[in-house]
């Protein structure tokens, strides 16, 4: 344990690492080279007082952590809590896309009762926040009998979780539903209105042009207009250059005037495009501000895997690009523990890890720590969520590492999460917890 705070409802922590870039303070130093600035942090009632260069002398009680960093709970914008932990009995036969597909829609078909669903994601969502995560943004397969059990599910967990961890839920299903399925696609978008959520979608190549992709994405975005609703679409997760269906939401969106906030995610193909084509989508993307997640973990190990043969590449999107352009980028868990991924536990800290070793967020002067902290907060509306600021709940992440080195290089399991400025006592369920779901 790095501290335990007193009963006191004040106290300073004082040579604290915060990351410069979602940190706001008083007179802070320049941030050094690795993006870290040393601050002292004043904590009282649960929220974050001040932020300053020093501690003041005011007899409140004082924790000096030497330097430890110190970062607000990330934000998993982009996962799949309906399908988490069914890998050990529906595993991936050959760790393919299609692999996957079918076995999820097989175990999908025999296992998915609300009580199966209802006890993996509560022990997802406890692992997530044993972890230090503070808000999540789940995809639910969304089509006929299914939705209403599995949407009524997580309205439940959000109910009960709301105090812990902010829940967010997007629909997922095939876009062009929208178009071959008119009362299915109204069902999904009673669903949605009602369970207050994210219209979604998961697109088709669209090279060449495909009128009814066209007219389903007229149809959805018509339909998230009407009802005020944001986007958030699975987009070219495939290794053909070929893939243009995320070029076509842009052209739609743009069409149509869209204002609402719209991700994209996955976009792998995107990275495998000639230059000039990646350019001119990437432009598009900018002027309709079209904001990008990467799933560094899940794409590695589904793209370009072939039996017998090394892969070629990283199955990621182009974030240095898109960013550079200014599109928002970020990078999430995606899937865990099942078909699509085998491994993982919704833990921002190894996303990040993985994603700068997979993607190269080091040696790079971009603050890449906002891709799992500022930025998708901002886009799931999470007001000053992904910060360290006065006025904000006390709710953080003190780490044993001093730097950006330190901080990668190992798993950080000793890390200790602050809620309401108290240590959070949330073990680690076990995964015993499940074995009579198999």
């Known amino acids: 344990m790095v501290f335990s705070p007193p009963a006191a409802h004040r106290y300073w922590i004082t040579r604290a690492s915060l990351y410069a870039a979602i940190t706001q303070g008083e007179g802070l130093a320049p941030a050094r080279a690795d993006g870290f600035v040393t601050a002292a942090l004043l904590v009282e009632d649960g929220r974050i007082v001040r932020i300053m260069p020093e501690a003041e002398e005011d007899g409140a009680p004082r924790f000096d952590i030497a330097g430890k960093i110190i970062l607000p709970r990330l934000i998993d914008i982009h996962t799949h809590l309906d399908k988490g932990h069914i890998f050990p009995r529906a595993a991936n036969p050959d760790g393919s896309f299609m692999g996957a597909l079918t076995t999820v829609m097989a175990d999908r078909e025999k296992n998915w009762s609300a009580e199966d669903v209802a006890a993996r994601m509560d022990f997802a969502l406890r692992c997530a926040y044993h972890h230090g995560t503070g808000a999540i943004r789940t995809h639910l397969d969304s089509y006929r009998a299914l939705t209403a059990s599995t949407w009524g599910v997580f309205d439940a967990m959000r109910e009960a979780w709301k105090d812990r961890i902010s829940l967010q839920v997007v629909a997922l299903f095939p876009t062009i539903v929208a178009v071959e399925d008119e009362a299915e696609f109204k069902n999904t978008l009673a669903h949605v209105a009602r369970y207050n959520g994210i219209l979604g979608g998961v697109t088709f190549r669209g090279n060449p042009p495909d009128a009814a992709l066209e007219l389903a994405l007229d149809r ?210 076990d995964y015993a917890e499940l074995d009579g779901l198999y």
């Not at 892969?311 to 599109?327: N, Q, S, Y």
């Not at 523990?337 to 993607?359: H, K, N, W």
Request: negative net charge; proline residues 6%.
């Open 220 to 429: 959805t975005i018509e339909a998230a207009k009407a009802h005020g609703l944001d986007l958030d679409f699975h987009v070219d997760e495939s290794a053909s250059p070929d893939a243009r269906s995320l070029e076509v939401i842009a052209d739609a969106l743009l069409r149509h005037h869209f204002t609402g906030k719209v991700l994209a995610g996955h976009c792998c193909s995107l990275a495998l495009m000639a230059d000039e084509d990646r350019t001119r989508v990437t432009d598009k993307l900018g002027e309709a501000g079209v904001a990008v997640v990467s799933l560094p973990m899940c794409n590695l190990y589904l793209q370009d895997r072939e039996a017998g043969r090394t892969p070629r590449w990283r199955g990621v999107a182009p974030l240095h690009e898109l960013d550079a352009a200014g599109v928002a980028t970020m990078v999430s868990s995606d899937n865990t523990r099942d078909p699509f991924y085998a491994y993982g536990d919704l833990d921002g800290v190894e996303v990040y890890r993985e994603a700068t070793r997979i993607l190269h967020f080091d040696h790079s002067a971009r603050p890449w720590l906002e891709a799992i902290t500022s930025r998708p907060a901002d886009h799931m509306r999470l007001t000053g969520g992904g910060r360290l600021m006065p006025g904000m709940a006390a709710d953080f992440i003190v780490f044993s590492a001093r730097n950006m080195n330190e901080f990668l290089a190992r798993p950080q399991q000793d890390r200790q999460v602050f809620r309401a400025g108290m240590p959070l006592a949330a073990p680690l369920p």
